[in-house]
């Protein structure tokens, strides 16, 4: 059985549109970036996962 104890809270759930109209009326609306075709974005996040840049960035060429 599970006892609550006095004046603990339960955790809330964040509100996520609340939260991003706040970063963007902080910082103003930001564009999305690209860093080329999402295939060889996945081969070089995995290439470098367990590599140094110095081999996965030939590996990639």
């Known amino acids: 059985m599970t006892v609550r104890r006095r004046g603990a809270r339960r955790a809330r759930r964040p509100n ?6 706040r970063l963007e009326k902080a910082y103003g609306r930001r564009p999305w970036k690209t860093w080329g075709k999402p295939l060889d974005l996945l081969i070089g996040t995995i290439l470098s996962q367990n590599t140094t840049d110095r081999n996965s960035g030939p ?3």
């Open 16 to 21: 996520v549109p609340a939260i991003v109209r």
């Open 59 to 61: 590996a990639m060429d």
